[in-house]
């Protein structure tokens, strides 16, 4: 059985359609004729530009049924009674407190979605296509590795890789994936999600913390918070049903943890949930960094929000409050308040554009993200507000702070660094092994 580029089974020996691109995947066990993308992703190829889905309703659930429904109903009280200039000033003194030094940090890396194939079918999605779609792709390990080259050339420490859920691509293809990154393109890997990780176990047919550990030992440096969306079920079921719950999120992001692996945590808001939802989820994760915290082996770095972009995605004309400037200011100085155990809170420039993400700077956030080299999850969404260095560092000036570029785990850049820190005696103990 011979797997295409989009996924799904060709005869055995296929030759190639015609007009495809050469093959240049080299010799894998799984995926033998897999070729580079064929047809790139078009707006006009979106799910959500075909298909509408009737509006569910949504009905939060009673705040004294909830988890942490004490500290709810407190924060609850707090936003009602507090000025948004107000909580902004309680979160920036807070901010100063974990970080005088004055500092705003980002990271110099490149996003690679490695394919787009995905079964789960979240409404929220602009990015995925469905399996026999013909825009549909999985990159070759040698179209990947060019890109990290390109990316190394200016300066990236790091990639972020992500991908569909998708279930043709078993375990081996990932772990060689990563094998061949270190051995011939060797730099910091945060990749894949919680709900990555669970459709890999699914397909490996093995339980998730082994899967972990074999993603961890091929190479997988941290993991990034993505797949969070909102860690409510019940909102769960309104966006994204077929997705893992907030329980099994959770228990991920600690197991890799537990084999000392740093990962991060998110939140997309204003997908029609309420405010106590919102909470709600601040307040898992940082019991679930407590718990990390005490194992004293990986924990959550940091915490990243941003809202909800509809376009092109089957949500696009619902009726839901989107969230507004404010609430993404409150939404950023109300996390640096209640995840007192989180050391960063990073803006989202490339949802909330530059001048927003300036003002979070005073909002409680101290991290600018990433200047991403290449992004296509959120402007698959026509949302696209990627800049130069010259520009973040700017903008992170002109609010009254020093930029400084870093590594995944908050280290700053220093003259002379061969490389990321936190990965190099990984790298070279994963070089020893590699035959
Ligand atoms: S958000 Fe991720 S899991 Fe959901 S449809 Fe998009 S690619 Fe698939």
Same mark, same amino acid.
């Given at each position: 059985?011979?797997?295409?580029?989009?996924?799904?089974?060709?005869?055995?020996?296929?030759?190639?359609?015609?007009?495809?691109?050469?093959?240049?995947?080299?010799?894998?066990?799984?995926?033998?004729?897999?070729?580079?993308?064929?047809?790139?992703?078009?707006?006009? &190829?979106?799910?959500?530009?075909?298909?509408?889905?009737?509006?569910?309703?949504?009905?939060?659930?009673?705040?004294?049924?909830?988890?942490?429904?004490?500290?709810?109903?407190?924060?609850?009280?707090?936003?009602?009674?507090?000025?948004?200039?107000?909580?902004?000033?309680?979160?920036?003194?807070?901010?100063?407190?974990?970080?005088?030094?004055?500092?705003?940090?980002?990271?110099?890396?490149?996003?690679?979605?490695?394919?787009?194939?995905?079964?789960?079918?979240?409404?929220?999605?602009?990015?995925?296509?469905?399996?026999?779609?013909?825009?549909?792709?999985?990159?070759?390990?040698?179209?990947?590795?060019?890109?990290?080259?390109?990316?190394?050339?200016?300066?990236?420490?790091?990639?972020?890789?992500?991908?569909?859920?998708?279930?043709?691509?078993?375990?081996?293809?990932?772990?060689?994936?990563?094998?061949?990154?270190?051995?011939?393109?060797?730099?910091?890997?945060?990749?894949?999600?919680?709900?990555?990780?669970?459709?890999?176990?699914?397909?490996?047919?093995?339980?998730?913390?082994?899967?972990?550990?074999?993603?961890?030992?091929?190479?997988?440096?941290?993991?990034?918070?993505?797949?969070?969306?909102?860690?409510?079920?019940?909102?769960?079921?309104?966006?994204?049903?077929?997705?893992?719950?907030?329980?099994?999120?959770?228990?991920?992001?600690?197991?890799?943890?537990?084999?000392?692996?740093?990962?991060?945590?998110?939140?997309?808001? &204003?997908?029609?949930?309420?405010?106590?939802?919102?909470?709600?989820?601040?307040?898992?994760?940082?019991?679930? +960094?407590?718990?990390?915290?005490?194992?004293?082996?990986?924990?959550?770095?940091?915490?990243?929000?941003?809202?909800?972009?509809?376009?092109?995605?089957?949500?696009?004309?619902?009726?839901?409050?989107? &969230?507004?400037?404010?609430?993404?200011?409150?939404?950023?100085?109300?996390?640096?308040?209640?995840?007192?155990?989180?050391?960063?809170? +990073?803006?989202?420039?490339?949802?909330?554009?530059?001048?927003?993400?300036?003002?979070?700077?005073?909002? &409680?956030?101290?991290?600018?993200?990433?200047?991403?080299?290449?992004?296509?999850?959120?402007?698959?969404?026509?949302?696209?507000?990627?800049?130069?260095?010259?520009?973040?560092?700017?903008?992170?000036?002109?609010?009254?702070?020093?930029?400084?570029?870093?590594?995944?785990?908050?280290?700053?850049? +220093?003259?002379?660094?061969?490389?990321?820190?936190?990965?190099?005696?990984?790298?070279?103990?994963?070089?020893?092994?590699?035959?």
């Amino acid at each position: 059985m011979v797997i295409s580029a989009n996924g799904f089974e060709r005869g055995p020996g296929a030759a190639p359609q015609d007009g495809a691109p050469p093959q240049e995947q080299r010799s894998l066990p799984i995926l033998q004729s897999a070729a580079p993308r064929v047809n790139e992703p078009t707006n006009a &190829g979106s799910v959500g530009a075909a298909r509408r889905v009737e509006q569910p309703v949504y009905v939060p659930p009673p705040v004294h049924t909830r988890p942490h429904a004490a500290e709810i109903a407190h924060w609850m009280d707090y936003l009602g009674r507090t000025p948004l200039l107000e909580i902004g000033a309680q979160a920036d003194a807070l901010r100063r407190q974990k970080h005088p030094e004055g500092v705003v940090s980002y990271i110099v890396d490149r996003n690679i979605n490695y394919s787009n194939l995905c079964v789960t079918d979240c409404r929220f999605c602009a990015f995925y296509r469905r399996p026999k779609d013909d825009e549909a792709y999985v990159l070759s390990y040698e179209e990947i590795g060019r890109k990290i080259d390109e990316a190394k050339a200016v300066g990236a420490v790091q990639i972020l890789m992500q991908g569909g859920h998708n279930p043709y691509l078993p375990l081996d293809w990932y772990l060689e994936l990563l094998r061949y990154i270190k051995e011939q393109h060797p730099i910091h890997v945060h990749g894949f999600s919680a709900s990555e990780v669970e459709m890999m176990a699914k397909v490996a047919k093995l339980p998730v913390d082994e899967v972990l550990r074999q993603l961890h030992q091929a190479g997988l440096d941290s993991m990034p918070g993505a797949g969070a969306e909102v860690l409510v079920d019940a909102v769960r079921d309104f966006i994204a049903p077929k997705k893992i719950d907030s329980a099994r999120w959770l228990e991920i992001h600690e197991a890799a943890h537990e084999i000392g692996m740093l990962t991060t945590a998110t939140l997309m808001y &204003g997908v029609g949930e309420v405010w106590e939802d919102r909470l709600e989820h601040v307040l898992k994760l940082r019991a679930a +960094q407590e718990r990390s915290l005490g194992r004293g082996a990986g924990h959550f770095t940091a915490f990243i929000t941003w809202s909800f972009q509809p376009s092109l995605t089957e949500m696009q004309d619902w009726q839901i409050d989107l &969230g507004t400037g404010m609430d993404y200011l409150k939404m950023t100085a109300l996390s640096r308040l209640v995840l007192d155990n989180f050391e960063n809170v +990073q803006v989202s420039y490339v949802t909330q554009g530059p001048k927003m993400a300036q003002i979070a700077l005073r909002f &409680g956030a101290n991290d600018f993200g990433s200047l991403m080299l290449e992004e296509n999850v959120v402007s698959a969404t026509g949302i696209d507000f990627i800049m130069p260095e010259r520009e973040i560092c700017r903008i992170i000036e002109d609010a009254g702070f020093r930029p400084a570029r870093r590594y995944q785990d908050y280290r700053l850049e +220093q003259a002379g660094d061969e490389g990321c820190p936190c990965c190099r005696r990984q790298h070279q103990e994963l070089m020893g092994s590699v035959v």
